[in-house]
Structures are given as structure tokens and as C-alpha cells.
């Protein structure tokens, strides 16, 4: 199976994320998109993160009709902080019968350079390559082992959904209808 792999904090999820992750199985020939929701990222702050489980189930309540989009807690059973190279690392020894896609917005490949191993990743892994706004890429310019996929661009954050929550304002349509906050 070719399965991408999402990470992110998904703090909280929403239905960009899951668009995105749909748009990924298409475009990127993928049997399923695995949402890693990570414990700690070693270039964020966790100023207002919410703890590890409720992140957890908050992705497996959006994505429980989504057979071939999974919530993962792989990287809590991980030490922290979570480096890509080292999920990949053990993914690969646990999943050998797997092939593993690493997908990242173009935010994060304009950062690449700055991620643990990033040589390495660049060596043994497949890269889809999402837009995102103000980050404007050109495909002549990639490795030949990323990809940037055609896809819309999502104008949602966890971020935007978190000050609404905090305003007491409604969440409606942009995160999947059940989510308990």
C-alpha cells in the first residue's frame, strides 16, 4: 500500500485538513492518507495546544467516515520531540510491506532545509507538496521525487477555529458536524 503521511498538531482538525487529505489520495495515487497527530513539533510553540488525547479523538470523530483517511497516535509512543526522520525511521521498520509519501504544504518545503535529516527524507521518500497562500512554488524547480499537487487552496486554520472558540462564535462548516470542544 502507498499511504501519505499528514502530520500536524490538528489542534483542532478541520475540514480543510480533510479536503486536502481527499485531494492527496486522488492526485497522489495514494491507498490512504494517515493523520499524524503529533505531540510536539520541535518549530512550534505548544502555547495553546490541547492535550495529545483530546487532539486524538477529536481526528477520529472527523475522520470515522473517511475510510482511507486514519487518525494515528504512532509519534506518542515516539521520543519527543517528534522529528520526521525518526517517525519515518520506525514506520519503515514496523511497516515494511508499506511505501510512505511525506505530505507537507509549501510552507513547510520552503522550510525544509531547517527539518532534522532532511537530506536523508529528501533521498528515501516520495514528497507531496500542498499550496498554501503567500508561498508560491514552481514544479520545474523540485527534486524529482517531489511533487506539488494541483489542489485548492483551503482558507481555514486551526488557528482562525481556536479564536472563534475562544469568541464564543460559531465553528459551523468549518469543522466536521459532532466535534465537542
Given at each position: 500500500m502507498r499511504i501519505g503521511l499528514?502530520?500536524?498538531s490538528f489542534n483542532p482538525i478541520h475540514n480543510g485538513h480533510i479536503a486536502l487529505a481527499r485531494q492527496m489520495v486522488e492526485k497522489g495515487r495514494l491507498d490512504e492518507v494517515w493523520f499524524m497527530v503529533s505531540p510536539q513539533n520541535p518549530l512550534k510553540k505548544q502555547d495553546d495546544l490541547a492535550p495529545d488525547?483530546?487532539?486524538?479523538?477529536?481526528?477520529r470523530e472527523a475522520l470515522k467516515d473517511e475510510p482511507q483517511l486514519l487518525a494515528k497516535d504512532y509519534e506518542f509512543h515516539l521520543p519527543r520531540p517528534s522529528y520526521t526522520w525518526k517517525t519515518l525511521q520506525e514506520l519503515k521498520k514496523d511497516f515494511p510491506?508499506?511505501?510512505?509519501v511525506l505530505i507537507i504544504g509549501a510552507d513547510n518545503w520552503v522550510n525544509f532545509n531547517r527539518w532534522a535529516h532532511h537530506d536523508d527524507i529528501l533521498k528515501a521518500y516520495s514528497i507531496l507538496v500542498?499550496?498554501?497562500?503567500?508561498?508560491?512554488?514552481?514544479?520545474?524547480?523540485?527534486?524529482k521525487n517531489v511533487l506539488l499537487v494541483d489542489t485548492p487552496l483551503y482558507n481555514v486554520s486551526s488557528t482562525q477555529i481556536?479564536?472563534?472558540?475562544?469568541?464564543?462564535?460559531?465553528?459551523?462548516?468549518?469543522?466536521?458536524?459532532?466535534?465537542?470542544?
Open positions: 499528514f502530520g500536524g488525547d483530546v487532539r486524538l479523538e477529536w481526528a510491506q508499506h511505501e510512505f500542498y499550496p498554501r497562500e503567500g508561498y508560491d512554488m514552481s514544479a520545474a524547480t523540485l527534486p481556536r479564536k472563534l472558540l475562544k469568541e464564543g462564535k460559531s465553528v459551523d462548516g468549518l469543522v466536521p458536524k459532532g466535534l465537542k470542544f
